[in-house]
């Protein structure tokens, strides 16, 4: 399938399953007039396929590991991994958790464990301000990983991408909002 019909495929599944209008309060705690579960796409089959293909594309040369914050990312990550396997060139798959474990090693991250300085890129379903995602680049690079790139499905245009570039992180979502309205209004 190309990557023309893997990104159509995907759009219809957002505004399909994803994507409400209403009155809405944001994790950032913004009032929006619309909203997007990305998980009603990322846990279905078909998206997470399209997902997993459509962000293996765009990985720098050398990552060894994508990784996200829990739960949102859980899907795209697992699913970005298995996709790199069937396609014979595996990129491990790492969780970030928000609190630290309270048992056992008391740990942020769940996955392999990887050499210092692997190369990770962080996953995202949604990203408005940019700072869910910070977090786990935050955690990571505590743990000695080296990320430099974000990688989401939406950009809500509404300041993350600015804020990933004022941190010195190389950012990309598939879609904007914009797209979404767009392809909506047809």
């Known amino acids: 399938m190309s990557e023309t019909t893997l990104r159509q495929q995907l759009l219809d599944l957002l505004l399909r399953y994803a994507y409400q209008e209403g009155d809405f309060t944001l994790s950032s705690g913004q009032k929006s007039s619309y909203y997007i579960n990305g998980k009603e796409v990322t846990l279905r089959a078909e998206g997470a396929l399209c997902l997993g293909k459509l962000l293996l594309a765009r990985l720098p040369q050398g990552t060894q590991a994508v990784a996200g914050l829990t739960l949102g990312a859980d899907p795209l990550v697992t699913a970005v991994s298995v996709v790199s396997a069937l396609e014979n060139c595996p990129v491990e798959a790492l969780i970030v958790r928000k609190e630290a474990k309270g048992h056992g090693t008391q740990a942020y991250l ?77």
């Open 110 to 186: 769940e996955g392999p464990r990887l050499s210092q300085g692997a190369r990770v890129v962080v996953l995202e379903d949604v990203v408005t301000t940019g700072k869910s995602a910070m977090k786990a680049v935050e955690r990571l690079r505590d743990a000695g990983y080296a990320v430099q790139q974000i990688l989401a499905i939406v950009d809500r245009e509404q300041g993350g991408r600015e804020f990933y570039g004022a941190q010195g992180l190389d950012f990309e979502a598939l879609f904007t909002i914009s797209d979404l309205k767009q392809e909506k209004n047809r």
